[in-house]
């Protein structure tokens, strides 16, 4: 990642695909966030039979991860053949998609619990999983119909920020959104990093799409 000293010039497409990178990463707090305010971080296997079973492997491939999810999965689509209107049930088999980063699999189960229950935690969810299948439209759509009913729901409000800065450069956008969930919340336990991400955003308040900028992302 350049850094001011470094005075390397970037344009706006290359940050916004630095920042996927990034989300998709987990790094720093370049991250949305699903469920109980937990981010997005990848799934690590550690070998059981390695000589130091602390260390890292290689990132999953898709395919490890997809029949990862569907390993996950069975108990859950056992307990939905006998309950098939369950919307926890069905959530929840968003959730095991969602976090193997199988994100269009994640959508089809929470639309179809969203269907059988509205839950503001699912639809945010939704969201991030539409984002991260490359449908920023969509997530910020998603995000809004949560804030419409919920307009204090801070998943919301912080995925609305980082989606609005990391996908449209809307840094006026993002900078309220993230101050909302600070006047909602003065305690956050994320405040020192949502602050840094205002500052930093508002670095980039004059950059739009094919301009250049010598400033780092998030």
Not at 129 to 148: H, I, M, P, V
Not at 187 to 196: F, G, L, V
Request: aromatic share 8%; charged share 20%; proline share 7%.
């Amino acid at each position: 990642m350049p850094t001011n000293e470094n005075k390397t010039t970037w344009t706006s497409v290359q940050v916004y695909m630095m920042s996927a990178i990034c989300l998709l990463l987990g790094i720093a707090v370049g991250y949305l966030v699903r469920g109980p305010g937990q981010a997005v971080t990848p799934v690590v296997q550690v070998s059981a039979a390695s000589p130091d079973a602390t260390a890292a492997q290689p990132p999953p491939t898709p395919e490890m991860m997809k029949r990862m999810a569907e390993i996950k999965a069975q108990p859950l689509l056992t307990q939905l053949a006998a309950d098939p209107n369950n919307p926890e049930l069905l959530a929840q088999l968003g959730n095991i998609y969602y976090d193997t980063q199988n994100f269009s699999e994640a959508v089809g189960y929470y639309k179809k619990s969203l269907a059988l229950k509205d839950d503001p935690g699912v639809r945010t969810d939704m969201g991030t999983a539409y984002f991260y299948s490359g449908d920023a439209d969509t997530a910020l759509a998603e995000f809004a119909r949560t804030l419409k009913d919920h307009p204090n729901f801070e998943n919301a409000l912080f995925n609305t920020g980082m989606v609005k800065f990391q996908a449209k450069m809307d840094v006026k956008g993002a900078v309220a959104a993230w101050e909302q969930v600070l006047k909602l919340n003065p305690t956050n336990a994320r405040r020192a990093d949502i602050e840094r991400m205002i500052a930093e955003a508002r670095q980039h308040e004059n950059v739009k799409p094919g301009q250049k900028t010598s400033k780092p992302i998030l």
